[in-house]
Structure formats: C-alpha cells, structure tokens
C-alpha cells in the first residue's frame, strides 16, 4: 500500500480513524452524499469537516458502519421519547379532564359536596372542596407524580 503520506495522497486513509484502508468512500462524492457522511458526521461527532481543509475526505466502511448505527440509534432514542412523552401527556390529560369534571359538577351546584359525593383518588377518603382547588393549581407533572406515588403505595399494601 506504500507509506502514509502516499495514502493521504491517494485517499486510503479515514478521516474518522486515520487508518488506511483499500476500500474507503470520498465523503463527498456520490456513495458519500447518498450515506448523508458529513452531515451525521457534523451532527453526531465533534469533528469539524470543510471540502478545503487538508485532511482526508475518506472515511473507511467500519468507520461509516458505526455512524450509521450511532444514527439509528439516535433516531430510536428520539422516537421513544416522542411516544413516552405522549403517553405523559395524554395521561396528565386525563388526570386534569376529570379535576375540571369535578370542579364543573361543584361549580354547576354551587354547594361543596357531600361527605359521600366522591372519594379521594387514591383511597376512599371522601373528598373537599379545597382539595379539589388545590388539585386545580397543581402542575400536571405533580399529578402525575402524586398518582404514581399514591398507585405504588397501594400496590405495595396489597403485596
């Protein structure tokens, strides 16, 4: 294969490994473009890539392997908090409709409710007015929070 400076010259060395290689693709010719390389490469890597500095503008299959799964796997990372950011949402959705269905039953009444017009969430405990206030300013992150607690005691005396 001859010596580095032969391999720089003849582009058989990585950029990303400096290794040299036979069989490495030009970032920025047809295969590189089609691969997207400088793009995930600036995206995913602290690597600065410019079609003028002196450094190679090859880059090695393994090396191209390992960005394409950084990619893929980036792009699951993603999507998974898009579904469980969703599912967050909908269920602090939920939890907000039925504070705003008891306050509108209370509201409509004008009265406080009876001791047994409702009960606690999580126990029987009926509830009062000011606890139905107090939900009304809570985040929905502290619902949330509260509910996850309030379910996981009840699992663990059931246990």
Not at 58 to 69: A, E, H, K, N
Not at 90 to 103: A, D, K, N, P, Y
């Amino acid at each position: 294969m001859g010596s580095l400076e032969g391999a720089i010259m003849t582009g058989f060395i990585c950029r990303l490994c400096s290794k040299m290689n036979h069989c490495v693709i030009h970032m920025y010719g047809e295969e590189g473009r089609r691969l997207k390389l400088v793009s995930r490469i600036r995206e995913y890597l602290p690597v600065k890539i410019e079609p003028n500095d002196p450094l190679p503008k090859t880059i090695c299959r393994q090396c191209i392997y390992r960005l394409q799964c950084h990619h893929r796997l980036m792009r699951q990372i993603t999507l998974a908090r898009k579904r469980l950011s969703k599912k967050i949402l909908e269920r602090q959705l939920v939890q907000m409709e039925t504070v705003q269905e008891r306050v509108h039953v209370f509201q409509r009444e004008g009265t406080p409710p009876p001791n047994n017009y409702n009960t606690h969430p999580s126990d029987s405990r009926p509830i009062q007015s000011d606890y139905l206030t107090s939900q009304i300013e809570r985040s929905p992150s502290q619902i949330v929070s509260d509910t996850e607690q309030a379910i996981q005691s009840i699992l663990n005396n059931n246990a």
